[in-house]
């Protein structure tokens, strides 16, 4: 019987629309080895690396009727050069040119006929560079079995890992029949799974979305803040087809300093640098900023394991918690900021170690490869009713990744929207530095660059107070 799909995996293929792709993605920017690296050579390594991932062969399809949730199957007529592909960047190529690229991309929802991920190579960059930019579909990412594609192909020595391609000979699809009678045998061994099936065969949008609220909702409680309507926000807007893509950068040891100087943690400097430049932004759009004005984010973390103390890292597992934050836009003074930020998330950290992902575990197959995933995940189910904006932080290794000889020089994080959220923010940590990643609705955030520029000056602006 073919591997059907999780309750919560399923979820997004039915809130999935042409204006809400559910795919998560990365924007890896790497130096070009004196030995080169070309695209027939990144093709190899895809190849030889799919072995330990087969999901990535897969394909979903439906059962007939709506009877049970889709199932995975091989998919016999695998192109991998449908989904490794190359472009390039007139040279010398710009970092503004990249994300330009990037937000075209991003835009364009997975083809569901084939396995649900893309992966592209951008020649052309400026100082000898190229990326790599990935798209893989949340229904994929379980976060057990599958991690995103992106670090399929990383190691952590310029030489790669040697690996043994058994070949792959995919297995026959299952006919509409058997997919059928498949459904009448679970549905009789579990008849409240009939009558959800064929309400999400109908594409009944809120009967979807309770499987996962219905689990968030105990998370919410947990959190111990007000659920109510968030302040007004350009921040909630209807969502287009089309996207805006930004990055910016910040070093590692800053924040750190920042963190030494004022207290807190490092992910608090992060939340009160966006904090400090969402205010910058909305100060430019000639918005209201009074001293109370706040922006509310959900903010998924690394959580602490009890037993060993040791913090996990959120690449792979469940071991998550998301907390709603309400970001202090009004306050001009970058350490009250920061101050207010603390205070807020420590009062969910002492409040219990992981009631967000206990919570979300109820839903049958929750474990989010990254956090990015958890965060675009809980947005989803979530959106505008509690919270502004989402923003990820997920902790990366601390020294070089490479692919082949290429040493792995930057790394941003691309978030989706959620219906009426026209901006998401992920940043990651790498090798010492601090990397953004905004991804907005093209029309409601059409000044994202300028959004990314200004975190750069609010974490200078955090630094000097270090000083």
Do not use: C
């Amino acid at each position: 019987m073919p591997e059907r799909l999780s309750a919560l995996d399923a979820s997004f293929l039915y809130l999935e629309g042409e204006a809400t792709p559910m795919h998560v993605g990365g924007v890896a920017v790497f130096t070009r080895p004196r030995a080169g690296f070309d695209y027939e050579w990144l093709l190899a390594l895809f190849s030889q690396r799919l072995a330990f991932l087969p999901r990535y062969r897969q394909r979903v399809i439906p059962v007939p009727g709506g009877l049970a949730r889709p199932v995975w199957v091989d998919d016999t007529e695998f192109d991998l050069s449908y989904h490794v592909r190359r472009s390039a960047l007139p040279a010398p190529g710009s970092d503004e040119q990249l994300f330009e690229l990037v937000a075209r991309l991003m835009s364009r929802p997975l083809d569901r006929q084939r396995p649900l991920w893309e992966a592209y190579i951008v020649e052309g960059l400026a100082d000898d560079r190229f990326a790599l930019i990935t798209k893989t579909h949340q229904a994929v990412v379980d976060g057990i079995s599958t991690i995103e594609i992106g670090q399929l192909i990383m190691d952590t020595q310029p030489e790669p890992r040697e690996h043994q391609d058994e070949g792959w000979i995919p297995r026959r699809e299952p006919t509409r029949p058997q997919l059928v009678l498949d459904a009448v045998t679970e549905a009789i061994r579990q008849p409240s799974e009939l009558v959800d099936n064929v309400r999400l065969a109908a594409k009944d949008a809120a009967s979807t979305a309770s499987k996962v609220v219905g689990a968030v909702g105990e998370l919410t409680t947990a959190l111990r803040t007000a659920i109510a309507p968030p302040t007004v926000s350009p921040l909630n807007a209807p969502v287009s087809k089309q996207r805006r893509y930004a990055g910016a950068q910040a070093r590692l040891a800053d924040l750190r300093a920042v963190r030494l100087r004022h207290g807190g943690t490092v992910n608090d400097v992060v939340l009160a640098a966006i904090s400090g430049a969402l205010r910058e932004w909305l100060l430019s759009r000639g918005a209201t900023v009074s001293a109370s004005t706040t922006v509310r984010a959900l903010a998924p973390m690394a959580v602490r394991d009890p037993d060993t103390g040791a913090f996990f890292s959120g690449l792979v597992g469940n071991e998550v918690a998301a907390y709603l934050v309400d970001l202090p836009v009004g306050e001009p003074n970058p350490v009250l900021r920061l101050r207010h930020v603390s205070h807020a998330m420590s009062g969910h950290i002492d409040s219990g170690r992981s009631v967000a992902a206990s919570a979300l575990s109820t839903v049958s197959g929750f474990a989010p490869a990254t956090l990015h995933s958890l965060g675009a995940r809980a947005a989803s189910a979530l959106s505008s009713r509690i919270f502004n904006l989402v923003v990820t932080n997920s902790p990366g290794p601390q020294h070089p990744l490479y692919a082949g000889q290429a040493q792995l020089a930057e790394m941003y994080p691309v978030i989706p929207l959620a219906h009426n959220q026209a901006l998401a923010i992920g940043v990651s940590s790498y090798d010492g530095g601090i990397y953004f990643g905004f991804n907005a609705d093209r029309d409601a955030v059409s000044d994202v660059a300028n959004l990314a520029r200004m975190v750069e000056e609010s974490v200078d602006e955090l630094r000097d107070t270090a000083r």
